[in-house]
């Protein structure tokens, strides 16, 4: 993947495309994020006096869950990324692809969100909050057993096991 030969680099650069399927950044089975195709990669590669630049553009479609309301949620993955690679004269080749990956990897959304302020699901009654009332507010002697200032660090999956 990615693999760029030196002396194929014309004056003025060249412009590759590739994919990078989910599993080769390690989402198969993750399963809070999914893409529904290979991300698209799309690369400006040129060769400058003792190196090689490389300016790539990764986009991709994804669907997820909220963290906070576990509802689906779909976006788009638009990720900038340069990079550059020493090169000398006996250097054949440069290896873009890797790099591109880790950068992928290092910048995928953590958290998703459905909305900016999801209310999120109660810990104590279970209510989804975007469209229903807590119910365990009248009864304040129930203290529920998790926090809900967890919220930004609530995993969906172990609440889907939960309800499975
Ligand atoms: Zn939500
Ligand atoms: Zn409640």
Redesign the pocket.
């Known amino acids: 993947m990615f693999k760029i030969i030196v002396k194929d680099i014309k004056p003025g650069g060249i412009d590759v495309h590739e994919t990078i399927a989910a599993e080769e950044i390690g989402l198969a089975k993750e399963d809070y994020m999914h893409f529904t195709a290979p991300l698209d990669v799309a690369a400006h590669i040129e060769r400058l006096k003792n190196m090689v630049a490389a300016q790539a553009q990764i986009t991709g479609h994804y669907e997820s869950f909220c963290s906070r309301c576990l509802e689906p949620v779909e976006g788009d993955l638009n990720q900038g990324y340069d990079a550059s690679f020493p090169i000398n004269p006996a250097t054949e080749f440069v290896e873009v692809g890797e790099d591109i990956r880790q950068e992928v990897i290092l910048n995928l959304p953590t958290i998703v969100l459905c909305k900016e302020d999801c209310q999120g699901i109660?810990?104590?009654?279970?209510?989804s909050?975007n469209t229903e009332p807590?119910?365990?507010?009248k009864d304040k002697s129930k203290r529920?057993k998790s926090s809900p200032e967890k919220g930004d660090t609530y995993r969906p999956f172990e609440k889907l096991k939960d309800i499975e």
Do not use: I, N, Q, S
Not at 134 to 137: G, H, M, V, Y
């Open positions: 109660c810990p104590g009654c279970g209510a909050l807590c119910r365990c507010k529920p």
